[in-house]
């Protein structure tokens, strides 16, 4: 079910469908999951789940040594009525219940936090407007942790908004209750120097369904790393992401789906496009089905295009399998490039190349800008890739 | 009246790290309502002339002129070419990812005809031409070139031809890699735009067969980079007949 096209130079696909006894995705990496940062090594890069990172531009997140300064990062709230807000210590019950640290940095963020936001929507609420979240850099250093609770049959858009300048590590926890819905817009909207690295964890409910929107345009260095986990048969879980890589940007999405129930659906479609020398996009989509996880539905698919000479762009699927009983298993990767048979293609009928560019990167992510759902935030992406598309070429 | 003035055109193309000379002056006038057949063997520079003269990027100019109605066709960008009224069908269209057919034809009609076609008319007109070569409607919302058969691709770059309405239009081996329906089918496409008398058509083929089709006003010989005959229909048959070994013996080919 892999498949992989039109590879420039500079990329890489590859794709694995294993079937094993034991999952392999849990075991390459390099230390169980788990809150304490000192149960974690120092990585030095040769890891698998760091291996494309580049760890000197990481400012010291993954060795101890970046050290949280006062006012780094503003994080202000906006929600609807109904919905409660808090700000909590450390020794919160609520925090830490969607899953565990899987790496270093995660585990550093845990370790490190002081503040955490609660946002709470109670159960048969239905929201109107979404929540926003604003995380504002304001050049410090930042370790954060958020926690968006949705009670039972309770409905939620919820965007969070990252700006400005910051080295910023987080975990941000989603906990749906039965039969709830719950879209997330995280947008990294960074300037050009930030660091971001952040653990998404996702605890599906029975019947609920959760909608993941990643859309990554600034920073340094930003690496996420979204996972899902089902509490209950019914879940359904639909990752969507949107990368624009430039010139010189480490942009790095690694996801996670773990079907350890039942009749729970996943469906992964991330797209990026990447222009200029050393842009670097990666992309690894780990999805693992459990023995136990009979009648799992589940596909992902990540497509880059590459705009010009000298970007980079890893895409590794993986999909593991440990019993036969499913609806549906695939994944898919390709690495497609515009490149100047194209451009004087759409040249000679007449349309000047700015133009063309801009057909081609627009119809690329159309189908996903419009899967957002949230139109101030469809406009702005819309925007956003003009605005890249003029930079530089 | 339009014309297409291609004056002592030489070319140039790198390879292996060398330059080499594909066209050797080439000369010829194309004017509106015309049909010139441009007949000749593999690697004769029949397709460095079609690509030179819609200003592929690959292709150095080192002498030579090219106007079209008195304008340097040579200064002009690949998109001003079109947008001045020179049209390519490709030998081997490119697929495009991401932009769908009816997408592409729509900007495409609005950078040609300098104004957005207006949506009604121009689903109508775009709905009809497909249907007349006989392209399922579907066919509007598949990306361009994408998974496209060698016929489709073809039929796509003849529906372009009827939609952009060149002045000039140079169809490069469109015969290549079609069935006889599909031939037929692409050749009548071309005759409604020839018979609109608004276009004069350079018709690039290796073989005859396309000719039973779309009737020629003057057939050359093309060999070795330049135009070493040329005459009326009736040397097209003397090709059908004789093959282009007399033009590739003695050395006017390499």
Redesign the interface.
Same mark, same amino acid.
């Given at each position: 079910m892999a498949e992989a096209q039109?590879i420039p130079v500079g990329s890489t696909t590859a794709g694995q469908i294993a079937v094993a006894a034991e999952s392999t995705v849990a075991t390459r990496m390099s230390a169980p999951p788990s809150f304490d940062v000192a149960d974690f090594p120092v990585p030095h890069g040769r890891e698998e789940e760091w291996r494309f990172t580049p760890l000197e531009r990481l400012r010291g997140l993954h060795d101890g040594t970046a050290t949280a300064t006062g006012e780094g990062v503003k994080v202000d709230v906006q929600a609807p009525e109904g919905v409660t807000v808090e700000t909590v210590g450390r020794d919160d019950a609520r925090l830490g219940r969607a899953g565990a640290p899987v790496d270093r940095i995660a585990a550093q963020a845990y370790s490190a936090f002081e503040k955490a936001s609660v946002v709470t929507v109670p159960k048969e609420t239905v929201l109107a407007e979404p929540v926003r979240i604003a995380v504002h850099g304001q050049g410090g250093t930042a370790y954060g942790h958020q926690v968006i609770e949705l009670g039972a049959f309770a409905e939620a858009v919820v965007v969070i908004d990252h700006t400005g300048d910051a080295v910023l590590a987080a975990n941000v926890d989603y906990l749906l209750g039965d039969g709830a819905k719950l879209t997330v817009v995280s947008v990294q909207d960074w300037d050009d120097k930030s660091v971001h690295v952040a653990q998404h964890n996702a605890r599906i409910g029975r019947d609920a369904s959760f909608k993941s929107v990643v859309v990554t345009f600034g920073g340094d260095l930003v690496r996420l790393h979204p996972r899902v986990t089902y509490a209950g048969p019914g879940g359904e879980a639909e990752l969507i992401g949107l990368y624009f890589t430039d010139s010189g940007q480490h942009q790095e999405h690694r996801l996670f789906v773990d079907h350890n129930t039942p009749h729970c659906k996943s469906n992964v479609v991330y797209k990026g496009a990447l222009q200029g020398e050393d842009a670097h996009a990666v992309w690894i989509g780990d999805v693992l089905i459990e023995a136990k996880a009979e009648g799992t539905d589940t596909y992902e698919m990540n497509r880059n $295009?590459v705009l010009t000479d000298g970007a980079r762009v890893d895409s590794v699927p993986n999909l593991e399998i440990e019993t036969g009983e499913i609806v549906g298993a695939g994944h898919a990767s390709a690495t497609?490039r515009f490149d100047?048979?194209?451009l004087?293609? $759409?040249?000679?009928?007449?349309?000047?190349?700015q133009?063309a560019r801009r $057909?081609?990167?627009?119809?690329?992510?159309?189908e996903l800008v419009q899967q957002i759902g949230v139109a101030d935030i469809e406009a702005r992406l819309i925007e956003k890739i003009e605005a890249e598309l003029e930079a530089t070429v | 009246m339009a014309t297409l003035e291609i004056r002592d055109l030489h070319v140039t193309v790198e390879a292996d790290n060398a330059t080499k000379e594909i066209l050797k002056g080439v000369d010829l006038t194309v004017k509106q309502g015309e049909t010139h057949a441009i007949m000749g063997p593999n690697g004769s520079g029949k397709s460095t002339l079609a690509y030179s003269l819609?200003?592929?990027?690959k292709y150095t100019i080192t002498s030579g002129t090219v106007l079209l109605d008195g304008e340097d066709v040579l200064e002009m960008?690949?998109?001003e070419?079109?947008?001045a009224g020179l049209?390519?069908a490709?030998q081997y269209?490119?697929?495009?990812?991401?932009?769908?057919v009816s997408?592409?034809l729509r900007?495409?009609a609005t950078?040609?005809r300098g104004e957005a076609p207006k949506l009604r008319t121009w689903v109508k007109e775009v709905k009809e031409t497909m249907e007349r070569l006989h392209m399922d409607p579907s066919f509007a919302e598949r990306?361009?070139n994408e998974g496209f058969s060698g016929g489709e691709k073809k039929r796509h770059e003849i529906l372009?031809l009827e939609l952009?309405k060149p002045k000039i239009a140079i169809l490069d081996e469109t015969d290549s890699g079609l069935d006889v329906d599909a031939l037929r089918i692409v050749s009548e496409g071309v005759n409604r735009v020839r018979e609109t008398g608004q276009v004069g058509t350079l018709l690039i083929t290796h073989y005859t067969r396309i000719l039973r089709y779309i009737k020629p006003d003057h057939v050359h010989v093309f060999a070795g980079g330049r135009i070493v005959e040329s005459g009326g229909p009736e040397l097209a048959d003397k090709l059908e007949n004789e093959g282009y070994e007399a033009y590739t013996k003695g050395g006017a080919s390499e």
């Open positions: 039109n $295009l497609g100047d048979e194209q004087f293609y $759409l040249m000679a009928r007449g349309i000047p190349e133009d $057909l081609v990167v627009r119809g690329f992510f159309a | 819609a200003g592929h990027p960008s690949v998109d070419r079109a947008r049209f390519l490709m269209p490119v697929e495009v990812p991401g932009v769908s997408n592409f900007t495409s950078a040609i990306n361009v372009q952009l």
